[in-house]
């Protein structure tokens, strides 16, 4: 029984006391220390200690009245009440985490520009807190102060020290200090009765106000004369100072005028700070317009304030806003900048779940802003997240009928990439990209796929990568509008490192020459500077093969570096393939209907931007009348894409274009769909069979094919074109790829009356063409044109022995198939000439008009 009499009430106390306040004991009749809440590590708070043992009964009785009257006043300005313990030996009060005011000061000094809009909150909160006592509480506070006014860690500052508050209807002198060194604040009448029978309710509040205005800006005071010193109070604030800290009671303005005055414009509380945490503080009496307004131009101002406002004040009001009331997905952007301020543990605590749950979202203006801010939060998100709830919402983008969110839900493939397990990213995200590039109607998606695909080639598992990615550059150097094109360019020379040299040589290289005849300048250019470079490894490697080696080593390693690449002869292009993507006009002239839900992606004809403000998703327009001539080369080095043009860009891949090697591009592209793989999404097998690999019926059977379809070809043919024009056609067949003058061989026109000297002479430059390209057993190039490439330039190099004396044999017999279908070729064609010169009565006829066809 005499032990729980005799026990220490103190344990009953929730909160730990820590290490004491400096400076503070030494003007208060408290100890300030810093202290937690028992069980809980991070929940810090102040405790003041008041020692009754030692102390007097004045003391206490002042320490009482200042528990009672911070138990009952509630103010945001005056400081927050958490608990308090008595006993006969001690007095506890546990407040919010402060520290004085007067220590705070040291901090102050190292702000710079931010200091004045701290000051001037600081300043304004205090003199509400003041207002409210003396106008709607008829109470005077009676010890304004450095030491009566703390700082809590949202850099708000907070009245306390109320021992001394006393009600308007008393007496208005003074209150007697304790300790003595607070008596340097007291009024001028305190010792002037004359003076003292003029006081206000608030004139001695106010003096006290004029004397922390002036140690916000020089320091603690240390004598009543340094007042006069004005040199470092701001000109807006000097005229109210002077009033504040004036001889006549009589003349010092209430609290409620000093805010009034200072918040007109041009006023010490008039800036970004003060008007920027009012609205938040009124943020649920607000309306919809009012909160877009504010939020989005919050943004650019959070730069000048203080950090730990941001952190602590606006960060914690922002998040609110979003996630219970309608502030909108403009309060996004400033969120995620601000997050940048929080250490892991606190974004992982108050922003990944945010963020996860936003992700979830189905309104389209949330989606693209996400997507805008990816990059500034991605580095938080953990890999299981990211996998596991935030992918599969991104991954609905690309197929959302907007191109906005589809374009940006690409781009965002950027920053997921390094975060993204095998399968989300070496399946599910190039199956997408595969689409995309090949299917989707807009030019700036096309390009920005391709664009992409360079930029993340380093995270592709490398025998995907090896599989994909020539496919997929080949793809968009097909491509009828110029920018994807020059895309494709530039990525296979940012991502050379990653290739076969027997690849280049075989598939590359081939691909890129037509480039070289590009209508367009902007192909043109990076197509040749690409073709030396990789020519240039080709001759390195010729001339000491142990080169070869380190030039494809990149090839088979899981996570090559881009720093090697950018040090070769494709820096240049990886500059502008890891750093841009490609922008259209739309991003700043172009209005843009609102994102909602549309029937058909098709009926969008404009290319998406990457940077798109809010406005700018609001409205789309169908404009493509700029001029593609304006894609300069420099546009892909520069930051902004934006002046790059659609104009050329058909509202489908598939579409038709007016220009003859354009044409002839895409005629070319859609006879390598099965090769490429890309096109079709085949991921299964993405090389090319050979056709070595018939045997010998199948042969014979391709070839009766071809045979029975040249005869329909023929009866189908018109015979009304000039030998002019099929000379013509004959001789620019040259420029065709060995697979284009295959099929223009099997669809030759096979006309009965063929006595023309002309078209015998276009009939035998194609002859001669056609077996110089098909005869795989001699590389002699032989010129019918008489350009001096003769038979003697170049001797015959037989093809290598396989080992394999069936394949061998299997050679063998092809070749003389081959050679003997062209003897029989040439005897039809003689006995044609010789029936045609026999009939010469009714004239030459003329060769049809209708060009070689290339199916």
């Not at 096309?446 to 020539?470: D, E």
Request: with cysteine; net charge negative.
């Amino acid at each position: 029984m005499w032990s729980f009499f005799s026990r220490d009430s103190t344990k009953d106390f929730p909160y730990e006391i820590g290490e004491p306040v400096q400076q503070f004991d030494s003007r208060s009749i408290w100890s300030l220390h810093h202290g937690k809440r028992k069980g809980a590590s991070n929940d810090e708070v102040s405790v003041f200690v008041y020692d009754i043992k030692n102390g007097t009964d004045v003391k206490l009785e002042l320490a009482k009245a200042a528990v009672k009257r911070l138990k009952t006043l509630r103010h945001p300005s005056i400081l927050q009440f958490l608990d308090s313990l008595e006993t006969d030996k001690v007095l506890y009060v546990a407040t919010e985490q402060v520290e004085p005011l007067g220590t705070y000061f040291e901090k102050l000094t190292g702000e710079g520009p931010q200091k004045e809009l701290s000051l001037a909150w600081g300043i304004f909160q205090i003199t509400r807190a003041l207002s409210f006592l003396n106008n709607d509480g008829n109470l005077r506070h009676n010890n304004v102060s450095a030491w009566s006014v703390f700082v809590n860690g949202s850099g708000e500052w907070k009245l306390g020290g109320l021992e001394y508050v006393s009600s308007t209807d008393l007496s208005a002198a003074p209150p007697i200090k304790i300790p003595p060194a607070l008596e340097i604040y007291d009024p001028p009448e305190k010792n002037d009765s004359n003076k003292l029978k003029t006081s206000t309710k608030c004139s001695t509040d106010m003096w006290g106000l004029g004397c922390l205005v002036w140690e916000s800006f020089n320091g603690p005071l240390k004598a009543r004369g340094n007042l006069k010193e004005l040199a470092t109070i701001p000109k807006s604030l000097a005229p109210l100072y002077c009033e504040l800290v004036g001889a006549s009671p009589a003349n010092r303005p209430n609290p409620a005028d000093v805010i009034t005055k200072c918040r007109k414009p041009g006023g010490f509380f008039k800036n970004d700070l003060v008007d920027t945490l009012l609205f938040l503080e009124e943020i649920q009496i607000k309306d919809k317009t009012e909160k877009n307004r504010f939020f989005s131009g919050l943004t650019p101002q959070l730069d000048i304030f203080p950090d730990n406002v941001c952190k602590n004040k606006i960060l914690p009001q922002l998040i609110t806003a979003y996630e219970y009331g309608d502030a909108g997905s403009a309060v996004l952007a400033p969120m995620f900048k601000l997050g940048r301020l929080l250490d892991e543990t606190e974004y992982q605590k108050r922003i990944v779940p945010c963020v996860v749950k936003l992700f979830a979202s189905t309104d389209r203006v949330t989606r693209s802003r996400l997507l805008q801010q990816l990059e500034l939060f991605i580095s938080h998100l953990q890999t299981g997240v990211v996998n596991d709830q935030i992918f599969p919402q991104i991954a609905h983008g690309f197929l959302d009928t907007n191109p906005t969110i589809r374009e940006q839900t690409v781009k965002s493939i950027i920053h997921l990439a390094p975060k993204l397990n095998y399968n989300n990213l070496n399946v599910e995200v190039l199956r997408h990209f595969a689409r995309l590039q090949s299917r989707d109607d807009q030019g700036g998606i096309r390009t920005n796929t391709t664009v992409c695909l360079g930029k993340i080639a380093p995270h592709l598992h490398p025998q995907v990568r090896q599989r994909v990615l020539v496919s997929a550059f080949i793809r968009a150097m097909r491509d009828p509008f110029p920018p994807a094109r020059v895309a494709g360019i530039l990525a296979l020379a940012a991502t050379q490192q990653y290739f076969l040299l027997a690849e280049v040589a075989n598939r590359i290289l081939p691909a890129l020459c037509p480039l070289t005849a590009d209508p367009e300048k902007t192909v043109r250019d990076p197509a040749f500077r690409t073709i030396r470079g990789f020519l240039g490894k080709l001759e390195k490697v010729s001339e000491d093969p142990s080169l070869r080696e380190s030039m494809e080593a990149d090839v088979h390693t899981a996570t090559p570096s881009l720093g090697n690449a950018a040090a070769t002869w494709a820096g240049w292009a990886v500059t502008a393939v890891t750093a841009k993507f490609y922008r259209s006009q739309s991003d700043t002239a172009r209005p843009r209907p609102p994102l909602t839900e549309q029937p058909s992606s098709s009926s969008i004809s404009t290319t998406t931007s990457s940077v798109t403000s809010m406005t700018s998703l609001e409205h789309e327009s169908a404009d493509t009348s700029a001029s593609a001539s304006d894609y300069g080369p420099d546009n892909w080095e520069q930051e902004n894409w934006g002046e790059m043009d659609t104009s050329q860009d058909p509202s489908s891949p598939m579409a038709g274009t007016s220009n003859p090697l354009t044409a002839s591009l895409n005629m070319i592209g859609s006879m390598h769909d099965t090769r490429d793989g890309w096109d079709n999404e085949d991921w299964g097998s993405l090389e090319e069979e050979p056709n070595e690999d018939l045997d010998e019926n199948d042969e014979d059977e391709l070839h009766r094919t071809q045979q029975k379809q040249l005869q329909q070809h023929n009866q189908s043919s018109p015979a009304t074109a000039s030998s002019t024009n099929s000379s013509n056609t004959a001789s620019t067949s040259t420029s065709i790829p060995t697979a284009s003058i295959n099929n223009a061989n099997n669809n030759l026109p096979n006309h009965h009356n063929t006595s023309s000297p002309s078209k015998m002479l276009a009939l035998k430059n194609m002859t001669n063409i056609i077996n110089n390209t098909t005869n795989n057993s001699n590389s002699n190039w032989n010129n019918a044109s008489g350009d001096g490439w003769t038979d003697g330039d170049f001797e015959p190099i037989d093809e290598p022995s396989t080992g394999n004396p069936k394949l061998d044999e299997a050679r063998r017999k092809r070749e003389e198939k081959k050679m003997q279908r062209q003897r029989e070729l040439e005897a039809r064609r003689a006995a044609r000439s010789a029936a045609g010169a026999g009939s010469s009565s009714g004239g030459p006829m003329k060769l049809g008009t209708k060009k070689i066809q290339l199916d």
